[in-house]
């Protein structure tokens, strides 16, 4: 069965970063991550959209961890959007790439992610926030829940407006500044 969250994106401040350090149960500086995106060879990206479907590499070069390449599938929620994964392999990241071109997939697009990761609770109901650094994207906070009253709580909390809210995962955000979507 394919894992899923929920995750919407908000410009960060100075202001929610200072409620995240107030109202977090926890709060911990994440791994660097480094993720490759993939689509089919020889497909415009348009035809392949990552808001829809993508599979996605990451890699993470500063731990002994393998590297992982999924594909993800992006469903519109309520507040935000809900990714869908399926694990297609687990491994060294050269092992990964020559999977997914055996699969018929070409690459797209990099990016590498700094986060730090505030938890927070909220009665029966929970979420993470990530101050994220995308490079080349820019910076944002990322909530995460598994549901979405926790989503809710969260942007209630950072005081999020509708029209600030991002409902695009990273890989659109990286088509989008690439000028290829």
Known sequence: MPERDFSIRVPTSEKRLAVLEQRCVAKRDLTPIMDIMFKPKGVDLADFHPG???VRLREFPAE???????????????????DERQKLGEGETKEL????????YE???RMKTKSTQFDLEFG??????????????????????????GLREALEL???????????NAAV?????????
């Open 52 to 54: 829809k479907t993508c």
């Open 64 to 82: 002994e961890k393998p590297s992982t390449l999924v594909a993800l599938k992006t469903v519109k929620a309520e507040s935000g959007y809900s």
């Open 97 to 104: 790439v020559s999977r997914a071109e055996a699969m018929g």
């Open 107 to 109: 690459e797209w697009g």
């Open 124 to 149: 029966e109901n929970s979420a993470q926030v990530l101050s994220q650094q995308i490079d080349p994207v820019g910076g944002f906070l990322k909530i995460e829940s598994p549901n979405q009253p």
């Open 158 to 168: 950072l005081s999020a407006s509708e029209g600030e809210k991002i409902s695009k």
């Open 173 to 181: 955000l990286l088509a989008e500044k690439m000028g290829l979507v």
